[in-house]
């Protein structure tokens, strides 16, 4: 018998007849989720899907792709995947030779004859190096790529695993440099005691060269139902520290500074604040109101002060960004005493540079950039340390990436008072010829206007006869806009298909208020929203039903599964990617508990009573006219639980609904682990959309008529 609330939730799902999927490696659910697979390859693998497929390889492995950089110490490293090295391999070359547009690369690991030589299916995920040297780094290598991964020690001038090095077996956390012979380790190792009920570190530990982890003293703990906690140390040449968050939950923390002698303080700025000590400056960016030093700064304001100084009682803050209804901050960096700010204004993107000259802050704004497009900026350098007089570039330089919808890539060096330089380009990979980025509004159900980006032809026509692709997202504060795709582009935009793009609520388009208003209740607003933009659509005649499919992953898979149970009358196919469908169990299989914030608790009667007028793997219905769905997910997604695609596929399945499953072994929460998986889930994505709305594009070269 089950177990229910006054609210009619449950905690124990006696009744769920498809709880065996849950079985991450279960045999039986390995087994279905193959079955279904061969089911769907062998539905959707035409010849056409054939030619998509070597097309989409053919564009992930071009050789004149842009080759991302990061400067560690002399060097800039990058790390590279072609049809040579299919898992990859991380090099570096000068600045000086990367600019020259042929460089020399030297090898520093081959990942593609790691892992022969090791028989694992190991996956990149980075690397931490100490400066200002370089030399020791520690490697992180996920099986198959999950978000766990193996830690191993890695010597950067022999280009070799240290021999009894620093080595930690598999799990989610990463560790940060103390010195050459000691680590501050945040990891979930070791059983419950140092885990957290999501799944992530619930303690700090300093491990010492030539101890076992066992031993690793704990510096920093948190609570068993805390989200996670970190510890960070930063090596700038004349101010360095170590900081320590503890993160009850995923937008609050409490950070701490330790100094020289061991001693601890806490950063007493507001917990739901963002908050980074770079050199001698403290910057926030508030999520919420705060009154401090006689002022009131609002919710998605940019704030710095002097560190010590404010950590000695000083609130005296200047205000490097102050957001308006539609202006916001999305983020900021730092490097060499210069913030780099990205913002949004009317969901255009633009970035600005901010220094202290003479006891004041100048804004400078980063011009020549394509218009309504995707912007972003990162420091050049991993470190603050910029320790070597002879650098190629100073350490406050920023790489920028800029494209749009319509335009490729371009990657380029920003320093204030100087025109950013361009150092790498993507060519062209499909013809833009007429397509043109237009911004529109939809009306939501509470008159809130949502905006939305469409990439189509100039002329197109409004006779309801395109097919249209909508996708979203509307989730922890994460902003979407219309950037360069080179596949969508060849395979969907250069066949005639309409892409766009919806910024609904509890994205971060606006700021935190467009966020927390897209949250946990409002989680239903916000995919009323969505709904909204493809009613707008039809209304518009740019499409009809049945030429309109969604598309959305993660926290978007949940949004289109809820256009399927919710509105199936607008859409006339769905694309579901490593989704969270089943929000009565979301917080049960790891590491769903940590997003209890975004969601809400579903063990709560007050969060269930709205949880399950979204949790769509429950609203699923027999009878109901719902458009073909496709649903693909990971064995080896540690992130969004496999069992929220299996158990929805299965269910639609035994009520009779058209649907498809793919689920590959490897991939992690990214859904392809290597450019031949994700060209095949790509092909397999676009033959979908052929086979439902888009029939004409079967032809190698069909345009919609």
């Given amino acids: 018998m089950r177990r229910t609330s006054d609210s009619g939730h449950y905690s124990v799902a006696d009744d769920d007849p498809y709880l065996w999927l849950e079985d991450l490696d279960g045999e039986q659910a390995r087994a279905w989720g193959g079955a279904r697979s061969a089911e769907t390859i062998a539905a959707l693998c035409d010849d056409q899907f054939e030619r998509d497929r070597a097309e989409v390889l053919k564009i992930l492995d071009a050789p004149d792709r842009i080759r991302w950089i990061a400067r560690r110490g002399r060097h800039v490293y990058n790390f590279w995947r072609d049809a040579q090295n299919p898992k990859g391999l991380w090099r570096r070359t000068t600045l000086s030779r990367y600019r020259s547009g042929a460089p020399a690369w030297e090898t520093v ?289 920023f790489v920028v990436s800029s494209n749009n919808a319509v335009t490729p890539a371009t990657l380029s060096l920003a320093r204030i008072d100087e025109p950013a330089a361009v150092i790498d380009r993507e060519p062209a990979r499909f013809d833009a010829t007429g397509l043109v980025i237009t911004q529109h509004e939809a009306i939501s159900v509470d008159g809130e206007r949502i905006p939305y980006f469409q990439v189509s032809r100039a002329e197109v026509p409004l006779d309801g006869s395109n097919a249209v692709l909508l996708g979203g997202y509307g989730g922890f504060e994460i902003s979407l806009l219309p950037h360069y795709a080179p596949v969508a582009g060849k395979l969907w935009l250069g066949r005639g298909g309409i892409h766009v793009i919806a910024n609904i609520r509890g994205g971060g388009e606006f700021g935190p208020n467009w966020h927390k208003a897209g949250i946990r209740a409002g989680k239903k607003l916000a995919h009323d929203d969505f709904a909204a933009v493809a009613r707008d659509l039809i209304a518009r005649d740019v499409t009809r039903r049945e030429r309109l499919a969604c598309a959305g992953g993660s926290n978007g898979g949940l949004l289109v599964g809820n256009m399927l149970t919710r509105y199936p009358e607008l859409f006339g196919a769905i694309e579901c990617a490593v989704p969270l469908l089943d929000m009565q169990r979301y917080t049960a299989l790891p590491p769903g508990a940590s997003w209890i914030a975004e969601y809400g608790d579903p063990d709560k009667p007050e969060d269930w009573a709205f949880l399950r007028e979204i949790s769509a793997y429950q609203n699923v219905e027999r009878g109901r006219d719902y458009p073909p769905i496709l649903i693909t997910s990971s064995a080896r997604d540690d992130r969004a639980h496999p069992g929220h695609a299996r158990k929805m596929a299965a269910k639609l399945a035994e009520y009779g609904h058209r649907v498809m499953f793919y689920e590959p072994a490897q991939g992690g929460h990214a859904g392809a682990s290597d450019n031949a998986q994700l060209a095949l889930l790509t092909a397999l994505r676009f033959a979908f959309l052929r086979k439902t709305i888009a029939p004409e594009m079967t032809r190698p070269t069909g345009i919609a008529k």
Avoid at 348 to 353: G, K, P, V
């Fill in 109 to 397: 690991l081959d990942l593609d004859a790691l892992a022969k030589a090791e028989g694992e299916d190991w996956v990149w995920q980075g690397c931490a190096s100490l400066p200002p040297e370089h030399r020791r780094c520690t490697i992180q290598l996920s099986r198959g790529g999950a978000d766990a991964a193996v830690i191993r020690e890695f010597d950067l001038i022999d280009n070799r695993f240290v021999d009894g090095g620093f080595v930690l077996p598999e799990a989610k956390g990463f560790v940060s440099w103390i010195d050459a012979d000691t680590l501050l380790v945040s990891s979930a190792l070791g059983g419950e005691r140092f885990q957290t009920t999501s799944g992530y570190a619930r303690t700090v530990r300093l491990w010492r060269r030539d101890t076992p982890f066992e031993e690793a003293q704990v510096v920093f703990e948190g609570e068993r139902a805390d989200m996670m906690v970190a510890g960070g140390r930063s090596h700038h040449p004349t101010r360095p520290r170590t900081l320590y968050a503890q993160k009850p939950e995923f937008f609050l923390q409490r950070m701490f500074c330790e100094d020289a002698s061991g001693a601890r303080q806490q950063i007493d700025v507001p917990s739901d604040a963002r908050c980074a000590a770079y050199a001698e400056w403290l910057v926030v960016q508030l999520r919420s109101e705060w009154t401090i030093g006689g002022r009131n700064h609002p919710a998605g304001a940019l704030l710095v002060i002097d560190f010590d100084a404010f950590m000695a009682g000083d609130r005296d803050f200047t205000v490097l960004f102050a957001p308006s209804v539609r202006r916001s901050l999305d983020y900021f960096h730092e490097a060499g005493g210069v913030i780099a700010l990205k913002v949004l204004d009317n969901v255009r993107a633009y970035l600005f540079l901010a220094r202290c000259e003479n006891g004041r802050w100048r804004l400078e704004p980063l011009s020549d950039f394509p218009a309504m497009g995707a912007l972003d900026i990162a420091p050049l350098a991993t470190d603050d340390s910029d320790c070597f007089p002879d650098a190629e570039v100073a350490g406050d330089a």
